[in-house]
């Protein structure tokens, strides 16, 4: 069916199901969401349509219209980048800068773990070294728990935990 915008949940919620026009194809309607208060102005809304094989494909909301999967993981990756500190985004521009320019926005990794290959790196090149983990103590061994056993959750039962940003950006600077 041809997509008409529709102007309350309620509109969105009976698309569901429905083969649906969208801006790169007929898509399935597989879920609708509601922000917002139902049946205030302040109600928004947005819906998922996916492909064959189950995966959501693109998005409309109340708020944005149409936006893409590719556009949804962009917008969120900046998002991200944006709340890390400052020591953090200068840390990963300074160690791989180069590589994440080669990446389209949509395609790149958690930020967080963006931060932790940028120290990795350091340490590898040898211009920091891993701390001892302040949980453990270095032992690796904290309080018994039944699901974990005795491993330190700070340092995973190594001993051992990346240093602090501002020691890996006075690493990165030398
Ligand atoms: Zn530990």
Same mark, same amino acid.
């Given at each position: 069916?041809?997509?008409?915008?529709?102007? $309350?949940? /309620? *509109? &969105? %919620? !009976?698309?569901m199901? #429905?083969?649906?026009?969208?801006?790169?194809?007929?898509?399935?309607?597989?879920?609708?969401?509601?922000?917002?208060?139902?049946?205030?102005?302040?109600?928004?809304?947005?819906?998922?349509?996916?492909?064959?094989?189950?995966?959501?494909?693109?998005?409309?909301?109340?708020?944005?219209?149409?936006? $893409?999967? /590719? *556009? &949804? %993981? !962009?917008?969120?990756? #900046?998002?991200?980048?944006?709340?890390?500190?400052?020591?953090?985004?200068?840390?990963?521009?300074?160690?791989?800068?180069?590589?994440?320019?080669?990446?389209?926005?949509?395609?790149?990794?958690?930020?967080?773990k963006?931060?932790?290959?940028?120290?990795?790196?350091?340490?590898?090149?040898?211009?920091?070294?891993?701390?001892?983990?302040?949980?453990?103590?270095g032992?690796?061994?904290?309080?018994?728990?039944?699901?974990?056993?005795?491993?330190?959750?700070?340092?995973?039962?190594?001993?051992?935990?990346?240093?602090?940003?501002?020691?890996?950006?006075?690493?990165?600077?030398?």
């Open positions: 069916m041809t997509f008409t915008a529709p102007t $309350t949940y /309620a *509109e &969105a %919620k !009976a698309l199901g #429905t083969d649906v026009e969208t801006p790169i194809g007929t898509l399935h309607c597989s879920g609708a969401g509601l922000h917002g208060v139902a049946g205030t102005p302040t109600e928004k809304f947005s819906i998922n349509f996916h492909n064959a094989k189950g995966n959501v494909e693109i998005s409309w909301s109340s708020r944005d219209g149409w936006v $893409t999967l /590719a *556009e &949804a %993981k !962009a917008k969120r990756w #900046t998002t991200e980048w944006d709340k890390l500190p400052a020591q953090a985004r200068k840390l990963i521009d300074l160690v791989l800068g180069e590589v994440l320019k080669a990446y389209p926005v949509d395609k790149r990794s958690d930020v967080n963006l931060l932790r290959i940028a120290k990795r790196r350091l340490i590898k090149a040898g211009k920091l070294t891993l701390k001892t983990c302040g949980r453990c103590a032992s690796g061994k904290y309080s018994y728990c039944q699901m974990h056993g005795d491993t330190c959750f700070g340092c995973g039962g190594t001993g051992k935990v990346l240093p602090a940003t501002s020691d890996a950006l006075r690493a990165a600077k030398k």
